[in-house]
Nanobody
């Protein structure tokens, strides 16, 4: 489950929508949680959305700035997580990263990152 590959970024006008995809190389049930981060130019990387997988499946959390506009979902049959982004604003412009947390044999957390996909919201 270690490799994560994002797709779906691009240029969209304010008020528009995009759907990002993150496909894992193995089963998503190898992760404890999966989520999305973003990094705007000149800023740090911030968490946008997260979904729990183990032990409780499907619990979601969102950053206040995206609540009501973004939705994270998981298709375990396709080993793919999605981020549906609606009512996009220029301040949503960033590189979006897929993130997963798994457990090592010793029980420690291990972070997995995708390569990032850029999203630009501009007219």
């Amino acid at each position: 489950q270690g490799r994560l590959v994002e797709s779906g970024g691009g240029l969209v006008q304010p008020g528009g929508s995009l759907r990002l995809s993150c496909t894992a190389s193995g089963s998503v049930f190898g992760f404890n949680t999966m989520g999305w981060y973003r990094q705007a130019p000149g800023k740090g990387r911030d968490e946008v959305a997260r979904m729990s997988i183990k032990p409780e499946f499907g619990k979601t959390n969102y950053a206040d700035s995206v609540k009501g506009r973004f939705t994270v979902s998981l298709d375990n049959a396709k080993n793919t997580m999605y981020l549906e982004m609606n009512s996009l604003k220029p301040e949503d412009t960033a590189v979006y990263y897929c993130h997963g947390v798994s457990s090592t044999f010793e029980g420690n957390d291990y972070d997995h990152w995708g390569q990032g996909t850029p999203v630009t919201v501009s007219s």
